[in-house]
């Protein structure tokens, strides 16, 4: 008894596996427009050029050249990007850095840091919270 092909593609082929129509479509179906043009010898594909060369200078298990971006002290990046935060951030060597500083006296080398700081450690944040709090209070009594 011959297999019936429940997976058909627009283009008039038919397929039994719904992931061997995908790829008909991602790779040969002339109906589609968007075509992976772009295959790594390990398996993946992609339709810009772009996205092959990051995914081989990064994950790709084949390749055994991984283009690193490396600091001073060591540490090593797939990314320049990465390379540049870690020297602005929180590199050992590097002797000018960017930082957040808080009103109290701290400072923080990332500004979500500092945010996260203000909202639960900050003393003179709690002292203006508190006094807000209370003049919100007070604001609110109606003189009699």
């Known amino acids: 008894m011959p297999r019936t092909s429940k997976y058909k593609c627009e283009c008039g082929n038919s397929f039994t596996r719904k992931d061997s129509r995908d790829i008909?479509?991602?790779?040969?179906?002339?109906?589609?427009?968007?075509?992976?043009?772009?295959?790594?010898?390990?398996?993946?594909?992609?339709?810009?050029?772009?996205?092959?060369?990051?995914h081989k200078r990064t994950i790709c298990p084949l390749e055994t050249v991984k283009i690193q971006f490396s600091c001073d002290c060591g540490s090593v990046f797939s990314q320049?990007?990465?390379?540049?935060?870690?020297?602005?951030?929180?590199?050992?060597?590097?002797?000018?850095?960017?930082?957040?500083?808080?009103?109290?006296?701290?400072?923080?080398?990332?500004?979500?840091?500092l945010i996260t700081h203000k909202r639960t450690a900050c003393p003179l944040e709690t002292v203006k919270n508190t006094i807000s709090v209370y003049a919100e209070a007070f604001l609110r009594i109606k003189v009699i």
Do not use: M, W
Not at 32 to 44: A, D, H, N, S
Not at 80 to 86: A, F, G, R, V
């Open 80 to 113: 320049k990007s990465n390379l540049t935060k870690h020297k602005q951030t929180a590199c050992p060597l590097e002797t000018v850095k960017i930082r957040f500083p808080c009103e109290c006296g701290e400072s923080f080398t990332q500004k979500g840091n």
């Open 24 to 54: 008909h479509k991602r790779t040969v179906c002339p109906l589609e427009t968007v075509k992976i043009r772009f295959t790594c010898e390990c398996g993946r594909f992609f339709t810009q050029k772009s996205n092959l060369t990051h």
